[in-house]
Structure formats: C-alpha cells, structure tokens
C-alpha cells in the first residue's frame, strides 16, 4: 500500500472512531432512528470531507485533532444529504456504496427523520470546535450553514431534480456542481483552516483549491457513471443516461470531458502554490480524488 | 380586542417583518425552493414558539428585540418540523393552516429540500444572535440543537410515527409529547432568557413552565381534535381516531382529559412564582394559549 493510502487509511479510522464517540448512543431511544443515523454514517464511506478539514488545518500550521469537531460534523452533513437525495422522491436510488439505502432498510419516514436528524447532529458537534483569535463559534457556523443552505448545497439538489430531463449548458452544469459539490468541499477546507487560526488570505487559496478540486471531482464521477460497472461503482451505473441527466461526457462527450477534468486538476493544484511544502498532504489528497481510473 | 390579543397581533406583525427580512430573498436561485420556504413559513402561524421566546427576554429583564434572531430561528425551525411532518411518508397531511401544505403544492422532492433549507436556515439565523456575560452563539447552537435533535423533536415524532395503531400508555404518550411539543417550547424560553444573560436559576424556572406548558397544549389540541370540525381548525379534524392514534381523551376520556389540562397549566403559571410581576406576558400568553374553548 502507498504511503498516502495508508495515511488515508489511518485517518479514516481515526474519524470512525470520533465520529461514533460524537453520536448519539445506538441504543438511546428511541432505538430506530439511533440505528438508522449510525447505519447511513457508517456505510464505508471515503470520508474525503473530514480528511480535507484535517488536512487543511495541518496546511495552515495548526494542530489537526483541534478539526475534529468540523470534520465530524461535515461528515454526517454530507450523510445527511446522501439519504435525502436518495429517497424516491429525489434520485430514488436503492444502493449506496453497495449497501440498500435508508429509506429500504428503515423505510421514508424514518429516512427523512434520519437525514433530519444528522443534520441537525452536525450543528450539534460544530459547537465543540475549539475557537481561536480570528474564529468563534458564530463563525463554523456561519461558514457551515452557508455551504449547506439553499443557495449551495440545497439549491444544487433543486436545480439537480430541475433538470432532469432537460438539456442544459456547460455554464448551467457548472452551476449546478459548483452548489451541490465544491461548496461543501471549500468549506470543509476553510473550516479547517479556521481551526488554525487561518488568514483570509489562505483561506481563499483554499476555497480555489475547492472549487477546482470540486468540480474536477464531479467531471471524473460523470465519466466513471458511464466507463464503470455497478460493482466497480457500488452504486447504480447508467444511471445518469437512463434517467437522461446532463453531464459532462452527454454535453461536450467523454474525451472532451477527459480533457477537462485534467485542467481543472491542474488548476486546483496550482491554488496550493501559496502554500508551499505544508500543502503536501492536500496535494497527495487531490491527487488521490482525482487519479481514478477513467 | 383584548390587550393581550392586540400585543400578540404586534408581535406576529414585528416577527413576520424580521423572518421576511432574515430569509434568504424569494427571487434568490433557485427560484423555486425560496418561493417554498417563503410560502410555509408565511402560512399564517401564530408564532407562539418566537413571542415565548421575546417574553421570556422580557421577563429576565431584558431588551426583547435581543431575542429575535433566536425569534426567528425557532420558528423557521418549527415550520421545518411541520413540512416534513406533513409528507406522505408521515403523517400524510393536505391541509395546514387552511392552505395545501407544502408536497401539495411543490411535490415531494421539493417538500423535503424546503424542510432541510428551512433548518439550516434556523441555524444560521441563530449566529447572529448577541452574545452575552454568561452565553456565546456555542450555548445558543448547543441549546436549540438538542431541543430539535433526534433525543427530543425528532425523537418524538419517531415515537409518534411508531406508536400509530398501537395503544400507548399514558407515560408513553406524555414521552411523546415532552419531545416533540414540550421541547421546543421549553428552548425558546431559555433561549429568550440567555440574551438577557439570565441565571441558571430562572432558566430552570422557565423550563419547568415551558414543560407544563408543552403538555397542556397537548391535551387541548388532543380534545380538540374530537370536539372541532376541519374549518375551525384548519386542519382535518378527526384525525387522530381515523389513524388510531393514542390521544389523552382516548387514553382517559374527554372529561378527565380537560381535568388534566386545567391540572397542567395550573402547574405552569406556578412555576412563573420566581418572576413575580415580570413574567407578566409571559402568563398572559399561557392563559391565551391554554384557554382555547375546548
């Protein structure tokens, strides 16, 4: 294993413990809904966001375990909005990283509880993030709320379900990726750098980095939706074309949309130029996200 | 009108103007959601959770106009509760506050982003809320999490869910109730009280009072349901039978149900004691909220 992998590795585990240790006990009641938030968050994911707060505050000079909290938190967000976007109402998917999603195991209404209820459970775990010179607690917050509210997060999943059907433009692509998938990937490496005490500066180099490395990241998943198989992607492929989505590989085609998906991973690299050596952990982590196999 | 009735009619007026002024504007992108969001919180709600919070300001000897950001955040967050609630998958309800409730209008999809941008909206209002001696946006974030987490508001409503068809015990019922309408009363409250930088002593006190309180408005709404038809409610009457629900007037019957209501809120307007002539609106607003004619 590489040496990254294994670091990755580690860190994923360490984050799997927090994460149970920052949750509510499994079996507090009532039971269901304990069971159901711990049965979306501990489903196998990468954990990308988490390692990307962590990552961001060690590139800024500060301690990392000070990232817990945010990085706990923007996990089980991002857990939050994978059970909501996979109810029959939204995408209606049945698999998730290989396993039925909630709403078949625990049925809708204990799913949408279960997204509500991760949610609100990652406001929860921000408040215990440590605050520094530059940064309160009203500022995580702030921070937080913004990437996942209706203008970002949200309204990436409106404009998602919106379009379905229709044929978009790039620019409306992009808008749509730039909501639903950088804004939280920029937050989660500013909220990292927050925890470091972070200038403003280095916190928009950060938010480049996002952004690039956010829409790099959905440009490869629009490819691979098309290249891969259901058991390489754990999760249904095809999808896209049968329910006639716009992406990148149906709007400019797949060697174009290769070609693409390569400057936006120079560009996201080269926003780490501020940085220097301290950026080597967000540099491999990049090169990680984006070196799949497309 | 009576005095009290008029001051409540202002404070639904000043709460309307500040939630209008504190969403997100209904033109922002995607249209839609913020059309949504904007047409359930502007539903005609009578804002009890907010003007207890402004109150409970007062009563602490505060500037109530200190408390509307929390105001405003308990009732976005209500009204987040109460979309969700209504889905299909829930309780299954097209008619709230004699308008289509939100999945009628906007479908499903749309009906579970409105929820989840309206809760993340609760939380970012809640950061603007001044800090004071004794308590930081940390206490703010940590007090209305909880209330709305899957231990108390969420909870209850799993238990709710759960407990459909099934016959409850009355402690069960009372469970439910303490969670899911006790709670948040009991938040908003106490979260008046801290920007008034009031004592742990008084927020007991009027956590006592929200609890009784909660739980009066519980077994009123519960009689209500059997003694009023669909128009002077503005929601379908009978529902609890048609669904088998367990209510304290099928639990104990109508007129010990009324006995238990007087009982409750005889208990709240003890627990204001501590306040003497300061929780003058305070017990103003129980009397309006518990002597409905039931």
């Given at each position: 294993m590489s040496e990254i992998a294994q670091w990755l590795k580690q860190q994923q585990k360490l984050l799997d413990r927090e994460l149970s240790?920052?949750?509510?006990?499994?079996?507090?009641?009532?039971a269901t809904i304990h069971q159901a938030m711990r049965y979306s968050v501990f489903a196998g994911g990468k954990r990308i966001r988490p390692i990307l707060c962590l990552a961001a505050a060690e590139a800024c000079g500060g301690d990392p375990k000070l990232a817990l909290a945010p990085a706990c938190a923007l996990e089980v967000l991002h857990t939050y909005s994978l059970v909501h976007d996979d109810l029959?109402?939204?995408?209606d998917d049945d698999l998730r990283r290989g396993r039925p999603t909630s709403h078949k195991v625990y049925g809708e209404g204990i799913a949408v509880l279960t997204g509500d209820a991760l949610l609100t459970e990652a406001f929860i775990m921000l408040a215990k993030t440590p605050e520094?010179?530059?940064y309160g607690v009203k500022h995580y917050l702030e921070e937080l709320g913004q990437a996942s509210s209706s203008l970002k997060l949200i309204g990436g999943q409106v404009m998602d379900l919106e379009g379905e059907g229709k044929d978009l433009s790039k620019a409306q692509l992009i808008r749509i990726h730039e909501a639903k998938t950088a804004a939280l990937l920029e937050s989660a490496l500013r909220l990292g750098a927050m925890t470091a005490n972070a200038t403003p500066k280095k916190l928009e180099a950060l938010t480049e980095f996002g952004s690039h490395l956010g829409l790099a990241f959905q440009v490869i998943d629009d490819i691979l939706d098309v290249t891969q198989t259901t058991d390489q992607l754990g999760k249904t492929a095809g999808k896209d074309e049968a329910v006639a989505k716009s992406t990148y590989p149906a709007i400019m085609g797949l060697e174009a949309s290769k070609r693409e998906a390569h400057r936006l991973t120079d560009k996201a690299h080269a926003a780490l130029s501020v940085f220097g050596e301290q950026?080597?952990?967000l540099e491999q982590i990049g090169h990680y996200m984006l070196d799949r196999d497309y």
């Open positions: 240790k920052r949750l509510p006990r499994a079996n507090a009641r009532p029959p109402c939204m995408d520094t010179k530059r950026a080597h952990r």
